[in-house]
């Protein structure tokens, strides 16, 4: 336990509050978009004051905040960091009805993503037959992988609409 008896994993959720609340406007402004006052938003975004260790948003009042916060960087805040906590990546999905443009665009992607994945895994085994953390940063495998991620959820989404649409 750390900082009031709250783990890293508590910590990181009063941040990532801290962050939607910034990305809102502020605790004035997050105040008149929820049902609850700047008051107790401070108080779940605090991660300092042992009195706050306990106290954190509910989740109507993320759902109410979350998309007022768009524009900072690392949205959605709350619910990436809750994500994060349990295992999982989130990506966000397309919500335009894919054109036949699109169907060319995300193919490409795919396929570049794989194809640049592929170059930099054979790269780091060459030689010794090992990948290595510098390897990995130097290729960047990890954002490569996330963007393949990302592109096949895109993809699986347009499928989805279009199959919804039949």
Known sequence: MKAGGLTPEKIALKRAT????????????????????KTRLAQAADARNPDNA?????IDV????????????GWPHVLRELATSMGFD????P?????SDDWH???SELAEAGAGITRGLCAALKGDRRITPHEIKEFGLIGQVDDLI?????LRAMLKMVEAGQ
């Not at 406007?25 to 609850?36: D, N, S, T």
């Not at 306990?54 to 509910?58: I, W």
């Not at 993320?62 to 960087?73: F, K, M, T």
């Open 150 to 154: 990302g592109d096949a959820v895109r």
């Open 105 to 107: 665009e995300q193919m």
């Open 95 to 99: 919500t335009a009805e894919p054109d």
């Open 54 to 58: 306990e106290q954190f948003v509910a």
């Open 18 to 37: 801290g962050e939607m609340i910034k990305g809102v406007g502020g605790l004035e402004v997050a105040a008149m978009h929820c049902r609850v006052g």
């Open 62 to 73: 993320v759902q109410d905040l979350e998309p007022l916060a768009r524009g900072r960087a």
């Open 90 to 93: 989130l990506v966000e999905r």
